[in-house]
């Protein structure tokens, strides 16, 4: 038999071969399990070290990139290196005017959760790679692209995709950033007509190592399950896969809020503070032209709904940061010496022994975790807010009363509280809560679900009677704090709140006695998807939108040292006669 000829370049492989071992191609299987845990491990990384990359290793990933599979073996891509620290400076200027934009077209809640993602690390990576697509041949002239002539761009998005998988292999991060006026980028690069860009990427040694997908981690988004994009055939007609959520959706019409009568005598156009005016009236009208230094009043406590799995932290956090508060170390503890406020430290359920230097308020019978059971009995919660009323009473003579909370898993509790006390359904007030993920989110919103209806069981259908609510469904720091509002209430002191939890409480007080409302200032809005509901409910315009997220009645302290600079500035102004 004669020997088949053998080619020196190219496929040496025989038909007879192939039809032996049709899975002969395959690498071996450590080589294979590399590759898939590299796809799975890619990341959209925005946080870099400025530590530079050997030349070697940026060519490798180049060239890699260079590999990827084009229609018509044409190679559109181009990669322009910026290395250049004046032209990032200027990339980075765009993108962060474009962000802003993008924000400006959602609704409020999904704008500030926007705004509180860090989209781009086009300053802190040492090297931007912008892709760009050159198409100033005819698409007729490309094989493949007559009839799909977007087939260059596809071409280019896979060299992307090999650029990011050769990165992750190296341990380089790669962040894709598209938040340009395609535009404004190809002049900053100098691009001629016909080369377009397919957005800027950062590439350097991250400064983060993220174990999951960032938009997912921060809740913005999920993967589907497979079984939801793959579909076998063709397109089904009865029950078609949904479409993709879109996050660029229109904002409600907003509430026209009607401006204050200005202080007519002094020398300045009316309404000149904006929203601290009102609330410099409405601390005047207490009888206060200036705050004496105050008292921040933080409150604690466990959640045996932690146990359900709706936190991304251990309980026993609860207990840290209360003992660092003792120790005047916590966040909210030098937020208060930095605004002259004392601190009045309230153990109201945090498992362990007693903390030196605070107060301790705690439940006698047991407590639930809201899907099985209340959350408090009536007699306890009865018990905290008397607590509370003598405390805040005694606090509130002294001078304004500004409140902080602490407590792994409270945000679930005043999500349940919330939808009770507003009678709103759960996913219009579940949030993420600290550090949460999209699948903590969702069994919170199960969490809360399940409360609710447990507890209109249990209670006989409604809830809005505040008292019923609160054991039901809130916190015994919730009912200690609700206590505070209503003792420094009667003292006609001023109360400054801080994030959900605090309004909440505010909102229990408010719905016992309506005349609290008039001394209630809200400190700061939050991160929490409830809280801006919440104080509509109260009647409170946010002095603060920082979208503080520390709790421990930071926002609270900062709005404070705020408010006491409008009483100062009010008081000094000059007057004109009339």
């Given at each position: 038999?004669?020997?088949?000829?053998?080619?020196?370049?190219?496929?040496?492989?025989?038909?007879?071969?192939?039809?032996?071992?049709?899975?002969?191609?395959?690498?071996?299987?450590?080589?294979?399990?590399?590759?898939?845990?590299?796809?799975?491990?890619?990341?959209?990384?925005?946080?870099?070290?400025?530590?530079?990359?050997?030349?070697?290793?940026?060519?490798?990933?180049?060239?890699?990139?260079?590999?990827?599979?084009?229609?018509?073996?044409?190679?559109?891509?181009?990669?322009?290196?910026?290395?250049?620290?004046?032209?990032?400076?200027?990339?980075?200027?765009?993108?962060?005017?474009?962000?802003?934009?993008?924000?400006?077209?959602?609704?409020?809640?999904?704008?500030?959760?926007?705004?509180?993602?860090?989209?781009?690390?086009?300053?802190?990576?040492?090297?931007?790679?912008?892709?760009?697509?050159?198409?100033?041949?005819?698409?007729?002239?490309?094989?493949?692209?007559?009839?799909?002539?977007?087939?260059?761009?596809?071409?280019?998005?896979?060299?992307?995709?090999?650029?990011?998988?050769?990165?992750?292999?190296?341990?380089?991060?790669?962040?894709?950033?598209?938040?340009?006026?395609?535009?404004?980028?190809?002049?900053?690069?100098?691009?001629?007509?016909?080369?377009?860009?397919?957005?800027?990427?950062?590439?350097?040694?991250?400064?983060?190592?993220?174990?999951?997908?960032?938009?997912?981690?921060?809740?913005?988004?999920?993967?589907?399950?497979?079984?939801e994009v793959v579909v076998e055939d063709?397109?089904?007609?009865?029950?078609?896969?949904?479409?993709?959520?879109?996050?660029?959706?229109?904002?409600?019409?907003?509430?026209?809020?009607?401006?204050?009568?200005?202080?007519?005598?002094?020398?300045?156009?009316?309404?000149?503070?904006?929203?601290?005016?009102?609330?410099?009236?409405?601390?005047?009208?207490?009888?206060?032209?200036?705050?004496?230094?105050?008292?921040?009043?933080?409150?604690?406590?466990?959640?045996?709904?932690?146990?359900?799995?709706?936190?991304?932290?251990?309980?026993?956090?609860?207990?840290?940061?209360?003992?660092?508060?003792?120790?005047?170390?916590?966040?909210?503890?030098?937020?208060?010496?930095?605004?002259?406020?004392?601190?009045?430290?309230?153990?109201?359920?945090?498992?362990?022994?007693?903390?030196?230097?605070?107060?301790?308020l705690t439940c006698q019978d047991p407590?639930?975790?809201?899907?099985?059971?209340?959350?408090?009995?009536?007699?306890?919660?009865?018990?905290?807010?008397?607590?509370?009323?003598?405390?805040?009473?005694?606090?509130g003579v002294r001078g304004p009363v500004?409140?902080?909370?602490?407590?792994?898993?409270?945000?679930?509790?005043?999500?349940?509280?919330?939808?009770?006390?507003?009678?709103?359904?759960?996913?219009?007030?579940?949030?993420?809560?600290?550090?949460?993920?999209?699948?903590?989110?969702?069994?919170?919103?199960?969490?809360?679900?399940?409360?609710?209806?447990?507890?209109?069981?249990?209670?006989?259908?409604?809830?809005?009677?505040?008292?019923?609510?609160?054991?039901?469904?809130?916190?015994?720091?919730?009912?200690?704090?609700?206590?505070?509002?209503?003792?420094?209430?009667?003292?006609?002191?001023?109360?400054?709140?801080?994030?959900?939890?605090?309004?909440?409480?505010?909102?229990?007080?408010?719905?016992?006695?309506?005349?609290?409302?008039?001394?209630?200032?809200?400190?700061?809005?939050?991160?929490?998807?409830?809280?801006?509901?919440?104080?509509?409910?109260?009647?409170?315009?946010?002095?603060?939108?920082?979208?503080?997220?520390?709790?421990?009645?930071?926002?609270?302290?900062?709005?404070?040292?705020?408010?006491?600079?409008?009483?100062?500035?009010?008081?000094?102004?000059?007057?004109?006669?009339?």
């Open positions: 038999m004669w020997q088949r000829p053998v080619p020196l370049v190219g496929d040496v492989s025989a038909a007879s071969q192939r039809a032996a071992d049709p899975q002969g191609w395959a690498f071996p299987p450590e080589q294979r399990e590399a590759l898939y845990a590299v796809m799975d491990a890619r990341r959209d990384v925005r946080r870099f070290r400025p530590d530079p990359v050997p030349a070697e290793v940026l060519e490798r990933v180049l060239t890699a990139a260079h590999r990827a599979p084009s229609v018509g073996h044409s190679q559109p891509w181009r990669f322009v290196v910026v290395r250049d620290a004046a032209a990032r400076e200027r990339a980075a200027l765009m993108a962060d005017r474009e962000r802003l934009r993008q924000a400006a077209k959602l609704a409020p809640d999904a704008a500030r959760r926007l705004l509180d993602l860090q989209l781009e690390g086009i300053r802190e990576a040492p090297y931007g790679v912008v892709v760009c697509c050159d198409r100033r041949t005819a698409a007729a002239g490309v094989l493949g692209r007559a009839t799909f002539p977007d087939a260059d761009l596809w071409s280019c998005a896979c060299a992307i995709q090999n650029l990011w998988l050769a990165a992750r292999a190296e341990g380089l991060g790669l962040g894709w950033v598209t938040l340009f006026d395609p535009a404004e980028l190809a002049e900053l690069l100098g691009l001629p007509d016909g080369v377009v860009t397919l957005g800027w990427l950062c590439l350097g040694w991250p400064d983060e190592r993220p174990p999951e997908p960032g938009l997912q981690r921060a809740g913005w988004s999920r993967r589907l399950p497979l079984s063709r397109w089904p007609a009865a029950e078609a896969p949904s479409a993709p959520v879109s996050h660029l959706r229109a904002p409600d019409q907003a509430a026209v809020v009607t401006a204050r009568d200005a202080a007519d005598r002094l020398l300045t156009p009316p309404s000149s503070l904006g929203v601290l005016d009102r609330t410099v009236d409405k601390v005047v009208a207490l009888g206060h032209r200036e705050l004496a230094p105050g008292t921040l009043v933080l409150a604690a406590a466990d959640h045996p709904v932690a146990g359900l799995g709706v936190s991304a932290y251990p309980t026993e956090v609860t207990r840290e940061i209360l003992a660092a508060a003792a120790a005047g170390e916590a966040m909210g503890a030098t937020a208060a010496r930095a605004a002259g406020l004392a601190l009045e430290l309230v153990d109201a359920g945090v498992s362990g022994p007693s903390v030196a230097g605070v107060t301790r407590r639930g975790d809201l899907a099985g059971a209340d959350a408090m009995s009536v007699r306890d919660t009865e018990y905290l807010m008397a607590a509370g009323r003598e405390l805040g009473g005694n606090l500004a409140l902080g909370e602490v407590g792994v898993a409270n945000t679930t509790v005043a999500a349940a509280l919330a939808a009770a006390l507003l009678e709103v359904e759960p996913h219009a007030v579940v949030g993420l809560g600290a550090g949460a993920d999209s699948a903590i989110l969702e069994r919170k919103r199960a969490v809360v679900d399940e409360a609710l209806r447990r507890a209109r069981r249990t209670h006989g259908g409604t809830l809005r009677d505040p008292m019923v609510a609160l054991a039901a469904l809130g916190g015994p720091e919730v009912a200690v704090l609700a206590g505070v509002v209503l003792g420094a209430a009667a003292a006609r002191s001023v109360v400054v709140l801080d994030g959900l939890v605090t309004s909440l409480a505010a909102l229990v007080a408010v719905e016992i006695e309506p005349a609290v409302a008039a001394c209630l200032v809200a400190g700061q809005r939050s991160r929490e998807r409830a809280h801006e509901l919440v104080l509509t409910q109260l009647g409170c315009e946010p002095l603060l939108d920082l979208r503080i997220r520390a709790g421990e009645g930071v926002g609270a302290c900062l709005a404070t040292t705020v408010l006491r600079q409008a009483l100062a500035i009010r008081a000094t102004t000059a007057r004109v006669n009339y």
